[in-house]
């Protein structure tokens, strides 16, 4: 392939319109593949998800705040009940202690366990071959109403059973679970899973999850060996997921209420909507946050996928191997893990032929093409910090802007940008052909690498190098306009391919990550090359005059790009302010040393805020000594007034000594209405430990969330003969009733932190 292989055609500026006009509509096009479909209204046929429907139950689900234990959450469970009994189906409370398992979320303050109460009903099948678990929690964070996390999943799986009763039974079992104390440690599915009579034989669990308020329903997490899985999957209305998500997730430390049922050998997927997450966990999580579109598309899709496993014969469902699979308008592509490797090897043994064929200065090329590629994440990490210190409530955000759609444009651009001022600088020195092989040599190479760590993601540098690698070997005996032609064919694969992982992707990191968004945009911009290249007049035989305009119009796409990265950014400013329904977000907590009877101001801002600064801002500092549930975790603070609280109290019921060894049974009992109460012991090795009837692996402490009210009995083993030393602590969430505190302004929010307006009080035994 020449320099000049695409300059023969007489009407250039015609094949640039039309490379524009065709990659702009499939541009759309795979916009809209990763969209969520439009709300349905309460007139919906029965047989159909009705969002508007949905919608009436998060109202009643997320009025309030309603962690588990609390008064707000009985009545949640007993409108989740009613509603159900409605239906004529027989929910049923399994109130039991469960143990957090290994694995799972973990507390600082050690084994986490809980007073679960999960709803659970059986539709039962005409000829099961298998069970369907169709999972959300009813739980919410402790200052948030929850609406999204996880009134969605919850209202959906309700709205699923209203549907599923008025029609036809389906062939296999399904099994409503709706789980208590999520957001305190998975405890519920855990609970299930382990206590439950119905979960004894396995099955596929369906888990409907939010971290936002509005974005497509995404299924991110499988089980392993998905094939049969995605591709039950792939039948739904509207698909959106890729296996790139789900091999980054697998590398993560977050867990969901699906992670106790993957490491219990179910087979199952996990889906949420994750945009909007500004809201996460916050008291603006309300039912008016929420973007009903999200709502129908996870109530479309998990209607369906009960519907499509419930006419399955279960018992073919696996080991059947991991697919790769990504959306694309219209439909979800997916193919065997068996085809990675392979597709890999040949989209590097194309681009080496290309690169062959060209072979003028393409070794000079290849190093030259890791500039962008470097070069664009660094500088979108740098507008991030740019607005943070425009902006410095951004730094309080724990994921993204409430209105980041104009940042991430900015990314783009930025990427863009940086793409093609590269290529505007090297095009006259190395060569348009030589640039081009370059990009997609690291491109192969990427392709490589993600199938040898992350195979699921590799065809997001496999298959656009594999694609324009090929039409540009094509089109270099072609005549021109079929040349462009076959070009375009192939530029479409990067364009479909990576477009909507980019949309995917910044939502899921968020705007402190944007580097990964410029670095997917560079790889289609590199993909880009060959046609991109027909936005450059032709120089060659161009003197002087000629030459030189030649040149400036080249310079124009990337100038347009530098206006948009400015415009968006200045945008973005604009229009993402904070304001009594976007507010910055902060954290405090107090806490209370019964043994001293001192009190401090505690937060885990980094910076502290204008509002959280008041309350001391001394440097970072160890809290365990005075809260041992809070491990080495280091939080800035400052004194407080001592509010009068009572202490959890701590009494001996009965005890043994033997072989140095002092058996201990004690009734940790809180004495105030508070979410959770810790135990450490100080000093002595535990040997045995049975907390509330269950017993865990030996530990120093643990963390009770949602005690009865009689308290908790605990029996425990040491290696001690003589008085043991115990540290307890309860915590509450009634900051704003502290001695000294001021009430935050109307732009000033909570962040949403399982600490965030705690109350805690800690005191020592010995006994």
């Excluded at 071959?129 to 999943?153: E, V």
């Excluded at 064919?489 to 909507?500: E, H, M, S």
């Excluded at 072989?659 to 000093?683: E, I």
């Excluded at 001695?739 to 109307?746: D, S, T, Y």
């Amino acid at each position: 392939m020449s320099d000049t292989a695409l300059a023969r055609p007489m009407r250039r500026g015609l094949a640039a319109a039309a490379v524009l006009a065709v990659l702009g509509l499939a541009g759309l096009a795979a916009v809209r593949s990763v969209q969520p479909p439009a709300e349905r209204a309460t007139t919906a046929p029965a047989s159909d998800f009705s969002a508007a429907r949905a919608f009436e139950d998060v109202r009643a689900i997320a009025s309030t705040p309603h962690p588990a234990g609390s008064a707000a959450n009985d009545r949640v469970r007993e409108h989740l009940i009613d509603r159900l009994r409605g239906l004529g189906l027989a929910p049923e409370v399994q109130d039991v202690v469960s143990v957090q398992g290994a694995g799972l979320s973990s507390s600082a303050g050690g084994t986490g366990l809980a007073r679960v109460r999960n709803v659970v009903t059986l539709i039962p099948g005409t000829a099961s071959t298998g069970r369907i678990f169709l999972i959300a929690h009813y739980d919410s964070a402790q200052i948030a109403p929850g609406a999204n996390d996880d009134g969605a999943g919850t209202a959906t799986i309700l709205e699923t059973a209203r549907a599923l009763t008025s029609g036809r039974k389906l062939r296999n079992d399904v099994v409503l679970v709706l789980t208590d104390a999520e957001e305190a440690c998975l405890c519920g599915a855990k609970a299930f899973v382990d206590q439950h009579p119905l979960a004894r034989d396995g099955g596929v669990a369906l888990n409907l999850e939010a971290r936002g308020s509005s974005g497509p329903a995404i299924m991110f997490e499988t089980s392993a060996g998905n094939a049969r899985l995605v591709e039950t999957y792939a039948r739904v209305p509207y698909p959106v997921g890729t296996s790139f998500a789900v091999e980054i997730y697998r590398l993560l430390p977050n867990d969901t209420d699906f992670t106790p049922f993957r490491e219990s050998d179910f087979l199952g997927l996990n889906t949420a909507y994750i945009d909007g997450a500004a809201v996460y966990h916050t008291p603006t999580d309300k039912p008016s946050a929420m973007n009903r579109d999200s709502l129908q598309h996870h109530g479309d899709n998990a209607l369906a996928l009960v519907r499509e496993f419930g006419a399955q014969d279960l018992t073919t469902l696996s080991n059947t191997g991991d697919a790769t699979y990504f959306p694309v308008p219209g439909l979800l592509i997916r193919y065997p893990g068996g085809l990675v490797w392979p597709l890999a090897v040949a989209a590097l043994i194309a681009v080496a032929a290309l690169g062959w064929f060209v072979r003028r200065r393409v070794l000079v090329a290849i190093p030259l093409a890791v500039l962008p590629i470097i070069v664009a994440p660094l500088l979108a990490q740098g507008l991030w910090a740019l607005l943070k210190t425009i902006r410095p409530e951004y730094g309080g955000l724990p994921i993204d802007p409430y209105r980041p759609m104009w940042y991430r444009l900015a990314v783009i651009a930025l990427g863009a940008a940086t793409v093609l001022i590269w290529y505007a600088l090297l095009r006259r020195r190395v060569g348009p052909a030589a640039l081009a092989v370059g990009g997609l040599t690291w491109l192969a190479v990427l392709g490589m690498v993600l199938a040898a760590f992350t195979p699921g993601g590799s065809y997001l540098a496999a298959l656009p190098a594999l694609a324009v690698a090929v039409s540009a070997l094509l089109a270099m005996r072609a005549r021109p306009w079929l040349a462009v032609a076959v070009l375009i064919v192939g530029a479409l694969v990067p364009v479909v391919v990576l477009l909507p992982t980019v949309l995917m992707l910044f939502p899921a990191l968020g705007m402190p990550m944007a580097g990964v968004g410029a670095f997917l945009t560079v790889l289609l911009g590199l993909a880009l090359l060959p046609v991109l290249d027909l936005l450059h007049p032709v120089e060659a035989g161009a003197r002087g005059l000629d030459a030189l305009k030649a040149r400036r119009l080249g310079a124009v796409p990337s100038l347009i790009a530098v206006v948009a990265v400015i415009g968006c950014t200045a945008t973005g400013l604009a229009v993402d302010r904070f304001d009594e329904e976007h507010p910055s977000l902060t954290h405090l907590m107090y806490a209370l040393d019964a043994d001293t009877g001192t009190a401090r101001w505690l937060s885990e801002e980094a910076e502290p805020q204008e509002w959280t600064s008041q309350y001391g801002t001394g440097e970072p500092a160890e809290v365990s000594a005075t809260l041992p549930a809070f491990g080495d975790e280091k939080l800035r603070g400052g004194p407080a007034p001592a509010a009068t609280l009572p202490a959890p109290a701590l009494t001996l019921l009965s005890e043994s000594t033997a072989g140095g060894q002092r058996t201990m049974r004690l009734l940790l009992d809180p004495q105030r209405a508070v979410r959770f109460a810790t135990l450490h012991v100080v000093g002595a090795e535990v040997t045995a430990i049975t907390v509330g009837g269950r017993p865990i692996d030996p530990t120093p402490g643990f963390v009770f969330h949602a005690p009865p009210e009689n308290g908790v009995e605990v029996s425990l083993t040491v290696r001690a003969s003589g008085p043991v030393r115990f540290r307890v602590m309860d915590a509450s969430d009634d900051l704003a009733t502290m001695p000294g505190f001021r009430p935050r302004p109307a732009d000033v929010g909570v962040l949403g932190s399982h600490s965030s307006e705690m109350v805690a009080v800690a005191k020592t035994y010995t006994l």
